[in-house]
């Protein structure tokens, strides 16, 4: 038995990846039309579409690309990619926004241990918030920064609206965008928890369509 | 005698006035633990088991066990 696999409630300072996964996401059967999937997928606005089984299981996962190419009434079945990588909701949210900006990926589908599908986790969906600066600048700061130890090792991630740049002076990052914040992962070893954000005022810059999907 | 539940009856039994008890350090305790749950440490059990009312059901779970 797996409590918090299976995506139920449960109290205590832990931050889980079920606790930002998007649940409202664009779903799909195999055999449903993949024009009608790409309908689904511009309604919802992000993506991909993920097509289910009767079970509500995770089949694969349809994009936009695909689903565009898919030639007239051609099934969503024939334009998903099949066995997408899945995390479970209780993994630690930092740690998986970690392992993702080290795999570039900014978004991941998230099921129970039966594989039934819950949403999907988008990296930049976790609240960095780095306490001084939130109360400093309140909900439009700039840049929002988080610092998180797992099994000894400290790791971070700052945040930043599209746009901003900057980052602290010999600190290896990693940039990666999403429809909400940019995020610059900081890869470990890390030894502080506290560091000073320098983020400029974002300016107002078009987010790539192919990562909007 | 200790019976093994599963998530279904743990629930059923929690609505019914079951009392859920976590033995896990209070650091994991406080990092997560199941809705109502009460914290009772291994180590401390025998010292807080009087804490229990013992006209009902207790639940025992530890890390393999959510």
Known sequence: MDWLAADLPFEGTARFVGMFTRRDVATAGEHMPASEALRLLEAQGFGPVLVLNEAGVVMGAAYRDRLEAAAGQADVGTAMRFGVSTVRPSEDAAALVHRMGDRGITRVVVTRSDGTLIGLFFAADVNLCCPSAGARRGHDAVARFRIDFVEGRGFGQLAARPGAVGGRAGMRTRSTVSAGWESMVIVPPWRSTTMRCAMSRPRPVPLPTSLVV | ?66
Do not use: F
């Not at chain 2, 749950?37 to 530890?62: F, M, T, W």
């Open chain 2, 1 to 66: 005698m200790p019976t093994e539940i599963g998530r279904d009856e743990l629930r059923t039994l929690t609505e019914q006035g079951a009392q859920l008890v976590e033995v896990l350090p209070a650091g994991d305790y406080d990092w997560a633990h199941l809705p109502g749950a009460v914290n009772h440490p291994l180590k401390e059990l025998d010292a807080r088991a009087g804490q229990l009312d013992r006209s009902r059901p207790v639940i025992v779970y530890c890390h393999d066990w959510y």
